[in-house]
Structures are given as structure tokens and as C-alpha cells.
């Protein structure tokens, strides 16, 4: 099968430093970080000022048209083991390896992490987001609405 | 920023063979399709069975071990316009333009796809999944469990 070439649309920017200190694979976070987003794209963003959280966090709207107040960063995780295809889960050695297609380990042959997030603000290239674990730097390679019916 | 290159890990076999015949993004599809692994990865579906939807699609267990039966399943929609930054959402000409990152268009610079979708069986390396409305050949990129707490 041919390959494909991705190109990072922007970077995320966060308190988050290191590796260690990120939050391990399904657990919640209420860490804020920013979006980045590289100015070229700055036409793409058009449009998702209206699935800005409100404030209080109600969902609006019904069927297809709930609007959650999150959105999708899909980022690239440039520090994972590509070549690994078993993980203990969540880091625990106790816990037998099981197939990284089975979890949410950064190790996986194409790192790309999903990240539901809060859209709390938006200004020029750059989105306050809230739920962010990805560490700062880390390359951001896609944006979607989130939608409940699609992704719950 | 630094490329990165994607290596798919298989492939969806579909009766969809037309993206004409394909549903809009954002509409919800019953549609059944097989993802085929390449063997290659055959060691990351271990667990995966755990995932798969009970009879009668029960959501079993609580909390975050709550399952919902469901999948991710990550594409790379190769047909896409990689430079429209903006488009009409839902093909609709009557409808504005919008930036692609508010709307989920194939068309976007990094043509990554999501698809929450049921599992239905797994043998060997062939995933049984309803509700993939991308087409036949279309390569995929990544498999993960779908998390409701994560996700929803």
C-alpha cells in the first residue's frame, strides 16, 4: 500500500512538558493548553467560532444539530514507538500486554491521538481549548467539529 | 514544522464503491463493511475482542470501563482535495462557505477520517463493522477502542 505524507497544520502549546507528566492514556483532564494554528490555514478556521462552549457548558440545539462545545484535535505524536504492537495498559507492568489496536497507547504504527476538547475561545490562528493532554510542541494535524451522534 | 510519513495498516472492503454513493458527512449509516488488517499488525488487534458489541447492543460495565461496542477507525480519504480550505457544507451550493476545520469534509489538508463504528466479529485479521460509510479501498490508518467518557 503507498504511503501518505502529513504535514502539521500547527502545534500545540501547553504547561504540559514532558512526556511523564502528561496524563496516562484514558484518563480525564481539565488541563487548558492552545492551538496554534500555522497562519496559511487561518481560512480553514472559518466557522468554528459557533461550536464555542457556551458559557456554563449547556449543549444547545437538538438531533444532528447538538452542539457539544468540543471539538476533535487530531495531533501527531512524534515521540511514539511506531514499531511497537503490544503495551502493557496504561504503563501498568502487572497488567498482561495486550495489542496497542486494543488501547489508547501513543505507541501504534501511525501515532495520531484524538483529543475531544472544550473550544473555549478563539483569536486570530490560536484556540484556548480545555481537556488537552497532549504535551506542548507536540504537531496538530487536523480539526473537526465534534458532533454527539457521530463520535458519542 | 517536520512531515511525517503515514504507512496504512489496511484497507475497508465495502460495498460503497463510489464516494458518490458514499453518505454526507454527518449523516449516520447502518451501513456493514470489513476492515482488512494487513498481517503484518496482526499482533495489535489482541484485546480488540473485548470491544465487540454484545447481542442485542447492550452498553455493559460503568464508569470509565464502560464499553460501548464501539471502535474508532481512522482512514486517510486518498480522493481528497488536500489544498480547499474552505467548501460548502454538505456539498450544499446554497449553503456558504465555511472553513473545512469547522465542517467534516473530505476535503481538508490532512485528509484524516473518524469512524465510530460497531463491531460485529473479528476473524484472523478481518474486522466486521456497521456504520463505515467510507468506500471501497479506502486505506486505513489507525485502529483504537472508542471511549465514551473520552470520546462522547
Same mark, same amino acid.
Given at each position: 500500500?503507498? !504511503?501518505?505524507? *502529513? $504535514? ?6 501547553s504547561d504540559l512538558k514532558d512526556p %511523564? !507528566?502528561?496524563?496516562?492514556? /484514558? %484518563?480525564? &483532564?481539565?488541563?487548558?493548553?492552545? *492551538?496554534?494554528?500555522?497562519? %496559511?490555514? @487561518? %481560512?480553514?478556521? +472559518?466557522? @468554528? #467560532?459557533?461550536r464555542m462552549a457556551p458559557a456554563g ?25 511506531? /514499531? $511497537? @504492537? ?6 501498568? #507492568?502487572?497488567?498482561?500486554? $495486550? /495489542? ?13 491521538? =484524538?483529543? &475531544?476538547? &472544550? @473550544? =473555549?475561545?478563539? #483569536? ?11 504535551? +506542548? /510542541? ?12 457521530? +463520535?458519542?
Amino acid at each position: 500500500m503507498k !504511503d501518505f505524507v *502529513v $504535514r502539521p497544520i500547527g502545534v500545540i502549546r501547553s504547561d504540559l512538558k514532558d512526556p %511523564a !507528566d502528561a496524563p496516562k492514556q /484514558g %484518563a480525564l &483532564t481539565e488541563q487548558e493548553a492552545e *492551538v496554534v494554528v500555522d497562519p %496559511a490555514f @487561518l %481560512a480553514a478556521l +472559518d466557522g @468554528l #467560532e459557533r461550536r464555542m462552549a457556551p458559557a456554563g457548558g449547556a449543549v444547545t440545539g437538538d438531533g444532528p444539530h447538538r452542539k457539544s462545545g468540543k471539538i476533535i484535535v487530531l495531533c501527531w505524536l512524534h515521540g511514539a514507538d511506531r /514499531g $511497537r @504492537l503490544r503495551v502493557h495498559p496504561r504503563d501498568q #507492568e502487572e497488567l498482561p500486554e $495486550r /495489542g496497542v489496536f486494543s488501547t489508547r497507547s501513543p505507541h501504534r504504527p501511525n501515532p495520531v491521538s =484524538l483529543h &475531544t476538547v &472544550t @473550544l =473555549l475561545s478563539i #483569536e486570530g490562528n490560536v484556540l484556548r481549548v480545555r481537556g488537552m493532554d497532549a504535551i +506542548d /510542541g507536540t504537531p496538530v494535524v487536523d480539526i473537526k467539529p465534534h458532533s454527539p451522534e457521530l +463520535d458519542g
